[in-house]
Nanobody, 115 residues
Framework: QVQFVESGGGSVQSGGSLRLSCAAS????????MAWYRQVPGKQRELVAR???????NYGDSVKGRFTISRDTAKNTVDLQMNSLKPEDTAVYYC?????????WGQGTQVFVSS
């Protein structure tokens, strides 16, 4: 059984930065595509950024130019650098494969951005 563990969330003011990190309980990242997702209460989980096994990246329109996803296959981690944060980025952030596997969801990490 694989479990993802997310960390790095917190409270920041608008315009601030945070770096999230995702670790897996065992090596599964390669060759899977990985993604960061986020969810706010009452809304569906949203894909924020994805990274392929070859390092190719893709971002949701709302975070393009502000967020950067990266992976370290040696450390078995996937990070999300978030800059120029906005109040609408407030959410619980999760990582998972693409497509997501229900059993892999972790607890997520809370990000709160104040105006």
């Amino acid at each position: 059984q694989v479990q993802f563990v997310e960390s790095g969330g917190g409270s920041v003011q608008s315009g601030g930065s945070l770096r999230l990190s995702c670790a897996a309980s065992r090596r599964i990242f390669t060759p899977f595509d990985m993604a960061w997702y986020r969810q706010v209460p009452g809304k569906q989980r949203e894909l924020v950024a994805r990274i392929g096994g070859n390092g190719a990246t893709n971002y949701g329109d709302s975070v393009k130019g502000r967020f950067t996803i990266s992976r370290d296959t040696a450390k078995n981690t996937v990070d999300l650098q978030m800059n120029s944060l906005k109040p609408e980025d407030t959410a619980v952030y999760y990582c998972n494969t693409i497509p997501s596997v229900p059993d892999y969801w972790g607890q997520g990490t809370q990000v709160f951005v104040s105006s």
